[in-house]
T-cell receptor, first 113, second 114 residues
Framework: QKEVEQDPGPLSVPEGAIVSLNCTYS??????FMWYRQYSRKGPELLMY????GNKEDGRFTAQVDKSSKYISLFIRDSQPSDSATYLC?????????????FGKGITLSVRP | NAGVMQNPRHLVRRRGQEARLRCSPM?????VYWYRQLPEEGLKFMVY????????ESGMPKERFSAEFPKEGPSILRIQQVVRGDSAAYFC????????????FGEGSRLTVL
């Protein structure tokens, strides 16, 4: 079993839809959970960052972590064509976090006008 | 993303040649990380460096790969005697701190081995 599993996609939705992206993980040591967005031929950029369980909202984006189920989600409300990109979940343990980031494979989202 | 500079953006090498990828971190960042993204795979950690020190190289292949971050100049990821399986996008990231500070990624160097 891989440490981090992400729905493979791709995913295509109409503009304005609510998008739900999910990852599961097996390593209970993970404490920090992140979502990165990667446009084609670009580097990943940090979108959301949460510590431990709970929800975090930032504009149209909500990150949700359920440590008991080892499950994290990213919700995008009122999706826009500019949201079309690959979304990567990433997570790390409590210490030495940046050198231990484990990424999911990423899911490519396409928002149709 | 523009703050972390990587070059070359694209590199083509024949099997057996050497590849050198360079990374200049964002201003004020002294922590550099290299990640590799193979086709259809997620980003995989390779190595974490600070100036003149390798902090964690647990993700580096044991042979042919090396990395450095000298006191002056960019960090360099060096791949000797490249093979087709080395074809990938290599991303450099930097952070201000080595703990849980935000990672800023460059746009990547795409290596193609013929």
């Amino acid at each position: 079993q891989k440490e981090v599993e992400q729905d493979p996609g791709p995913l295509s939705v109409p503009e304005g839809a609510i998008v739900s992206l999910n990852c599961t993980y097996s390593n209970s040591a993970f404490q920090y959970f992140m979502w990165y967005r990667q446009y084609s031929r670009k580097g990943p950029e940090l979108l959301m960052y949460t510590y431990s369980s709970g929800n975090k909202e930032d504009g149209r984006f909500t990150a949700q972590v359920d440590k008991s189920s080892k499950y994290i989600s990213l919700f995008i409300r009122d999706s826009q064509p500019s949201d079309s990109a690959t979304y990567l979940c990433a997570m790390s343990p409590l210490t030495g976090a940046n050198s231990k980031l484990t990424f999911g494979k990423g899911i490519t989202l396409s928002v149709r006008p | 993303n523009a703050g972390v500079m990587q070059n070359p953006r694209h590199l083509v090498r024949r099997r057996g040649q050497e590849a050198r990828l360079r990374c200049s971190p964002m201003k004020g960042h002294s922590h550099v990380y290299w990640y590799r993204q193979l086709p259809e795979e997620g980003l995989k950690f390779m190595v974490y460096l600070q100036k003149e020190n390798i902090i964690d190289e647990s993700g580096m292949p044991k042979e042919r790969f090396s990395a450095e971050f000298p006191k002056e100049g960019p960090s360099i990821l060096r791949i000797q005697q490249v093979v087709r399986g080395d074809s990938a996008a290599y991303f450099c990231a930097s952070s201000r701190t080595g703990g849980t500070g935000e990672l800023f990624f460059g746009e990547g160097s795409r290596l193609t081995v013929l």
